[in-house]
């Protein structure tokens, strides 16, 4: 498990557009998600400026959905938010890929590198683009190998 602090983030991500549904196309394993799929992940704004987090997917075919509080705790790097499911955990929610042009896909990263998904506005990627952005992640310190691709269909 490393550090990701040393990998830039996004830092002039216009959550506006970021707002909205994506779909997750792979992840790092964690217990939470195991067998998890048709995993998306849908972001609100809240009134006091906070983002609603509903994290939603099948296991064992049935739906499960989790839901969190994030925020931007430095306005200067809009691109690395704390998210918090329960009280008091928070943990990192770092934007450290994204196609900014049109906002299509992202590359997220925890505060190590344990934690990573690649998100996507559409269920499924190229395999160009799901290669190429597998490359970025191994040339960032992820171990790939690991990488689980969710089933969504």
């Not at 792979?26 to 400026?49: K, L, Q, W």
């Not at 190590?112 to 970025?136: A, G, K």
């Amino acid at each position: 498990m490393n550090n990701t602090k040393d990998i830039p983030k996004i830092c002039n991500v216009d959550l506006e557009r970021y707002l909205g549904k994506w779909y997750e196309i792979a992840r790092m394993p964690h217990s939470f998600e195991t067998g998890m799929e048709n995993v998306t992940a849908e972001y609100t704004i809240r009134g006091d400026g906070k983002i609603d987090v509903k994290n939603s997917g099948v296991k064992d075919g049935r739906k499960k959905t989790a839901r969190a509080v994030a925020w931007v705790p430095d306005k200067s790097c809009t691109g690395s938010l704390l998210v918090r499911f329960f009280w008091p955990f928070k943990s990192g929610y770092n934007i450290i890929k994204l196609d900014e042009e049109n906002y299509k896909y992202a590359v997220v990263a925890g505060n190590n590198t344990d934690y990573l998904w690649i998100l996507s506005r559409e269920p499924e990627i190229s395999d160009d683009l799901y290669n190429e952005l597998i490359y970025f992640i191994y040339s960032k310190g992820f171990d790939q190998s690991k990488i689980i691709k969710v089933k969504q269909n």
